[in-house]
């Protein structure tokens, strides 16, 4: 199969490309594992010019009035969507998801941006009451230059929230992407561009993780870290954040629970489940995961999901009809398959796929397993991959308080008829993000973060500018001095 073509790849710092930086970390196409590129790698000393860089632009755009700072990067959506076959090809590319939800990023990306950008438009101050001769004023001013990091599996979502939130508050960033998934982060940064963003105000580094967070974190030019990852490198980062007393916003991984309840159609929930569960091979953060089912409703809702998990069209993403690419990368297909065979070892029943398609390319099938022991390391241990752990309870009850067991709290999802029992899974579950019957998850408007381990503060909704935004408190007399 014939696929378009792939951007170069480079490092975006002060309003141009560098491409002859020398790099060792290849793009494969998960699909067939053949070589994209080769990723150019930032030093030390590239990084200090992006650093320098960041806070030229910083000095540009927090100056720039709040309007025109949305005419310009109301020129970047524009672009972006005049690109959106391009850029959905990109992503199709390094992370082989289909086209149809590559197309989805990006416009979802754009509904983001065209949020923050009315929200940039709308971040007040206000005037406290006073006395005569006395003025208060609370003042909403951007922090200043950002750090961010963001991961592979959201090439464009992830990043674009980070650079629509910082730019439409008036700060400027510099942000390290995911060397697997490059090209999308590459082709957004050149919209930007293209729109006449000031150089400096957005930069873009790639290379070793370590060097590049430890230099940013501790730099004095950046004011605020945000991240999106791993829960080890979250704790991480922030840990670096703590040592400069900078503030930080980390969104970290979960482990979704799914209560179904008595009394709901089953089979239904258990073809939703399915659609779910296996979009972008689960590889998403808030992928549901844990299927905790009334001992009533299990085994209709075990055999619906399984049947449309087995009918799911696995394949090249570009090809007619395929529902699921592969995993993201060779250690991915891996840590799928321990989980799997050492969950089936303690005991859990394989109800549908549970093992790996074909010998080229990074396909796994879709993987349901019924009956999983809550010893097994797949009941602990986000599986980032497609597969589905069932497990039966006699109440509400215990399917709450297993689906709190765990130190993390991003997503949530629960399937109920009876109004009582939606309320108190509104209260008792423990996450930053509640569906109930329904898999979707907030769009921009709405705030997006987890609890417990699962992060600290808030993307998107009336919250999205928060971060990159400080406080400031004058108060001035009105008499001469």
Request: proline residues 7%; neutral net charge; hydrophobic residues 45%.
């Amino acid at each position: 199969m014939s696929h378009p073509a792939y951007p170069r790849i480079g490092l975006f710092i002060d309003g141009r490309w560098e491409v002859d930086h020398e790099g060792s970390f290849e793009v494969r196409n998960p699909s067939d594992e053949s070589v994209l590129a080769c990723v150019p790698a930032a030093n030390a000393a590239t990084l200090d010019r992006a650093l320098a860089a960041a806070q030229k632009g910083f000095e540009v755009w927090r100056d720039t009035s709040p309007e025109e700072r949305a005419r310009l990067l109301t020129r970047a959506v524009a672009l972006v969507r005049e690109r959106l076959e391009t850029l959905a090809q990109i992503i199709t590319l390094e992370l082989g998801k289909p086209i149809a939800d590559s197309r989805f990023e990006v416009a979802r990306t754009c509904a983001i941006m065209e949020w923050d950008i009315g929200e940039g438009l709308r971040s007040y101050g206000r005037i406290n009451p006073s006395g005569p001769g006395m003025q208060q004023l609370v003042m909403r001013l951007p922090i200043g230059p950002v750090a961010a990091f963001t991961p592979w599996n959201a090439p464009l979502g992830s990043p674009s929230r980070k650079i629509s939130g910082a730019l439409a508050a008036g700060c400027s960033i510099v942000v390290k992407g995911a060397e697997e998934t490059p090209g999308a982060l590459c082709a957004y940064a050149q919209c930007f561009a293209d729109a006449g963003l000031p150089p400096g105000v957005l930069n873009v580094v790639f290379g070793d993780p370590a060097l590049i967070s430890a230099h940013l974190i501790a730099s004095p030019i950046t004011r605020l870290v945000t991240f999106t990852g791993s829960i080890a490198v979250g704790k991480h980062l922030s840990t670096l954040a703590a040592a400069q007393m900078k503030p930080a916003v980390m969104e970290l991984g979960g482990h979704a629970p799914v209560i179904v309840c008595d009394g709901v159609d089953a089979a239904q929930v258990g073809r939703l489940a399915a659609a779910a569960k296996f979009r972008m091979a689960g590889q998403i953060c808030t992928s549901p995961t844990r299927y905790i089912v009334h001992e009533k409703m299990y085994q209709p809702f075990v055999q619906a999901f399984a049947e449309a998990a087995s009918a799911i069209k696995v394949g090249d993403g570009f090809a007619a009809g395929v529902q699921m690419g592969p995993v993201a990368n060779r250690r991915r297909l891996s840590a799928i398959g321990e989980l799997v065979d050492e969950a089936v070892s303690a005991g859990a029943r394989i109800a549908a796929g549970g093992k790996r398609i074909g010998d080229k390319g990074f396909f796994y099938a879709p993987t349901v397993l019924a009956d999983v022991p809550l010893t097994a390391r797949a009941m602990s241990v986000e599986p980032f991959g497609p597969l589905g752990l069932c497990v039966p309870v006699p109440s509400l009850d215990d399917a709450i308080e297993l689906a709190n067991s765990l130190p993390v709290g991003l997503s949530g999802y629960a399937f109920t008829n009876a109004l009582a029992d939606a309320e108190k899974l509104s209260r008792g579950l423990e996450c930053g993000i509640m569906s109930i019957n329904h898999f979707g998850g907030p769009a921009a408007d709405m705030p997006f973060g987890g609890i417990k381990q699962s992060g600290i503060g808030r993307e998107g909704g009336h919250e999205s500018l928060d971060p990159y935004t400080v406080t400031k408190m004058v108060s001035q007399k009105t008499a001469r001095v």
